[in-house]
């Protein structure tokens, strides 16, 4: 499996999750477990992929400006994971909030896939992103198990 198939893969778990996270009420069993699911699918993948892809992508001219804007995206994404943990589960505004995570959440991941993944494909050779999907998969393993 490539790096970016095990991203895509990853990416899709995301937007399941997330669909699921919005339809949940109130503060129930379901929507504190999900969120935690999603927190912690987010964040293991933020770190495996910056790793994995962003900090090799910023050794390149060609895909720097495009790996600080997504690593920076990560952020925004920590921020407001930070404001649904800080706001109650059973506050209106907490499902407001869990959708505009799933806006941005999708809006990072579409742009990866249709941007990144090819400014990425480009810049690395084949040997560079078979040891990067290698990182990726480990770091991912390391921090799921």
Known sequence: MTLFE???ED???Q???LELLVKTEGD????EELFRKVKAELQYHA???ERALYVPMMEYDLTQ???RHSVAEHHEIDELIETLEETRFSSPGWLAQARNLQELVSHHLDE????????????LDDDHKQQLAETYRNTMAEQRG
């Open 6 to 8: 095990a991203l895509r």
């Open 47 to 49: 770190a495996a992929e």
């Open 65 to 67: 400006e495009k790996a």
């Open 15 to 17: 937007r399941t999750l």
């Open 11 to 13: 990416h899709q778990t």
């Open 28 to 31: 129930s069993e379901g929507r």
């Open 112 to 123: 990866e896939e249709q941007e990144v993944f090819q400014l990425a494909g480009r810049a």
